[in-house]
C-alpha cells in the first residue's frame, strides 16, 4: 500500500494568515495514463464526515471556496488556505487514489492562534 | 440531491459479524462507484471496499478475507458485512460515492458515519 505522511501533526495560524500543510507519499500518485496526480484533500469537522475540497491535486470541488489550494506532483504535494478564517478549523487529509488500495494520511489539525 | 445514510447496531460482540445498510435517496446506486469506509483512532480512515453494479465489487486487501459488500438496487440500498470482529474493527464506518459516474475514490458525498463498537 502507498503511504501518506502528513506534516505538521498540527498548526495554529492567526485569522487571515496562511496555513500550509505538507503531504508526501510513499511512491508517485502520478496516473500516467491520465497524466493527473491521483491526489486529493479531504476537510473535517467535529461530528461530520470528511469532505472533499480538491481532487487531482489541485482542482477544486465545486462550492470550494478559492483560498483554498493546493500544488505539488508525484510524490510531494501542499494544501493551502491563504487566509485562514474561523470557519477553517478542522482536520485535513491528503488521499491517494493511483493504486488500489486507495489511502489517506493520519490528517493535520488546523487551529486559531 | 443524492444523501446516504447509514445504519446498523451500535455494538457488536467480539467474533460475531457486522452488518451495515446505506440508504441512498436522490440517486441511484446503479451508476458511480460507492464505497464503504472507516475511521478509528488507532488507523485513520481506512478504505473497505468498492461495488459498481456492472463492475463488481473490489476489496480491501487487508480486510477481503472477512468483508461483503454488496447492492440492493430493489431497495436503493449498499450492505457491508464483516465477520469474526475484533477491537480492532470498532470505528465510525461511513459510505460514500465516487465524485462522477467513472470516478472509483475521489469520495463526495459522504453519509454521516455510524460509530460500531465491538465489546463484550
Known amino acids: 500500500d502507498i503511504v501518506m505522511t502528513q506534516s505538521p501533526d498540527s498548526l495554529a495560524v492567526s485569522l487571515g494568515e496562511r496555513a500550509t500543510i505538507n503531504c508526501k507519499s510513499s511512491q508517485s500518485v502520478f496516473h500516467t495514463s491520465d497524466k493527473k496526480n491521483f491526489l486529493g484533500w479531504y476537510q473535517q469537522k467535529p461530528g461530520q464526515p470528511p469532505k472533499l475540497l480538491l481532487y487531482w491535486a489541485s482542482t477544486r470541488e465545486s462550492g470550494v471556496p478559492d483560498r483554498f489550494s493546493g500544488s505539488g506532483s508525484e510524490t510531494d504535494f501542499t494544501l493551502t488556505i491563504s487566509s485562514l478564517q474561523a470557519e477553517d478549523v478542522a482536520v485535513y487529509f491528503c488521499q491517494q487514489y493511483v493504486t488500489v488500495p486507495p489511502t489517506f494520511g493520519q490528517g493535520t489539525t488546523v487551529d486559531i492562534k | 440531491q443524492v444523501q446516504l445514510r447509514e445504519s446498523g447496531p451500535g455494538l457488536v460482540k467480539p467474533s460475531e459479524t457486522l452488518s451495515l445498510i446505506c440508504s441512498v435517496s436522490?440517486?441511484?446506486?446503479?451508476?458511480?462507484?460507492w464505497s464503504w469506509l472507516r475511521q478509528s483512532a488507532g488507523k485513520g480512515l481506512e478504505w473497505i471496499a468498492h461495488?459498481?453494479?456492472?463492475?463488481?465489487?473490489i476489496y480491501n486487501p487487508s480486510l477481503k478475507n472477512r468483508v461483503t459488500m454488496s447492492g440492493d438496487t430493489s431497495n436503493n440500498q449498499l450492505s457491508l458485512r464483516l465477520t469474526s470482529v475484533t477491537a480492532a474493527d470498532t470505528a465510525i464506518y461511513f459510505c460514500?460515492?465516487?465524485?462522477?459516474?467513472?470516478?472509483?475514490?475521489?469520495?463526495?458525498?459522504w453519509g454521516q458515519g455510524t460509530l460500531v463498537t465491538v465489546s463484550s
Open positions: 461495488f459498481h453494479n456492472t463492475g463488481g465489487t
Open positions: 436522490g440517486g441511484s446506486i446503479t451508476t458511480y462507484y
Open positions: 460514500a460515492r465516487g465524485r462522477l459516474s467513472g470516478s472509483w475514490y475521489e469520495f463526495n458525498p
